[in-house]
């Protein structure tokens, strides 16, 4: 009978601490700040730029920064690692309510051939809240896409995969020019004779130089209609394509 007991407490534990955390009053808390520009585009011979970094809160806030490489790999994902590409000062500093302070950035090579691209990290340190109960600490950190233009763009895309299989859309979309696009979105239409049956639209990311990208999405009425149409719209191009939808396509 002891031993059916303990096994009782010890599968109430669980349970309890969750009762004991709702009675807990937990606060959670970051400052109110904002960094303007939100985005830096290097033009060729430019060396040097800024960022402005403005506290909005009542007390005092203080932030560290950190300047990454942003590649991506063979799934369109990005990466980041640490890089002195990119000479920014202050690193660390702290701002008093109501006051700004200028991050200064600089480069240290020369123009590249293939554009480079960067993320400019700052994030808020946060210090121990003076209320009662638990506190969680959230510390907001925006990254500044930071982009360093070759001497001369080039544009150059290629949609490498395309189809529906198992009743899904599916595009794959490379770029093979030497600076960065924005794809804004991804809008897929389907068709049965002239009647729109379903409108979608797929939410894009950017697309790095040398880097390629997949997008899928389910297609609710692929059985009911006879052609998708997809639109592809960007920052730098629009592109709009069709699909003949046999039925075959949409079994699963």
């Known amino acids: 009978m002891r031993m059916q007991s303990q096994e009782l407490m010890r599968g109430l534990i669980p349970y309890l601490l969750v009762l004991i955390s709702l009675l807990i009053p937990v606060n959670s808390y970051s400052g109110e700040w904002r960094i303007t520009p939100i985005r830096i585009d290097f033009l060729p011979r430019e060396k040097t730029s800024s960022l402005t970094v403005f506290n909005e809160d009542k007390i005092p806030l203080s932030f560290q920064v950190k300047a990454m490489l942003w590649t991506q790999d063979e799934n369109g994902k990005d990466v980041y690692e640490e890089t002195e ?7 660390v500093f702290s701002l008093q309510p109501g006051k700004d302070r200028l991050i200064r950035l600089g480069l240290r090579n020369p123009p590249p051939v293939k554009e480079k691209a960067y993320r ?49 859309f599916f595009i794959e979309i490379e770029n093979r020019g030497n600076h960065h696009f924005e794809i804004l979105s991804i809008k897929i239409t389907g068709l049965k004779g002239e009647r729109e049956v379903f409108s979608k639209e797929i939410r894009g990311w950017y697309l790095l130089s040398g880097a390629k990208r997949s997008y899928s999405e389910k297609i609710d009425e692929c059985k009911n209609i006879d052609k998708l149409i997809f639109t592809l719209v960007t920052d730098r191009f629009t592109f709009s394509d069709k699909i003949d939808v046999e039925q075959g396509l949409c079994s699963l």
């Open 85 to 91: 590409d990119v000479i920014f000062f202050p690193k």
């Open 120 to 168: 400019i990290y700052v994030e808020e340190i946060p210090s121990q809240p003076k209320t009662e109960g638990v506190a969680v600490q959230i510390a907001l950190r925006f990254g500044i896409p930071v982009f360093v233009k070759p001497l001369k763009e080039e544009t150059k895309w290629e949609i490498t995969k395309k189809g529906i299989e198992k009743g899904t």
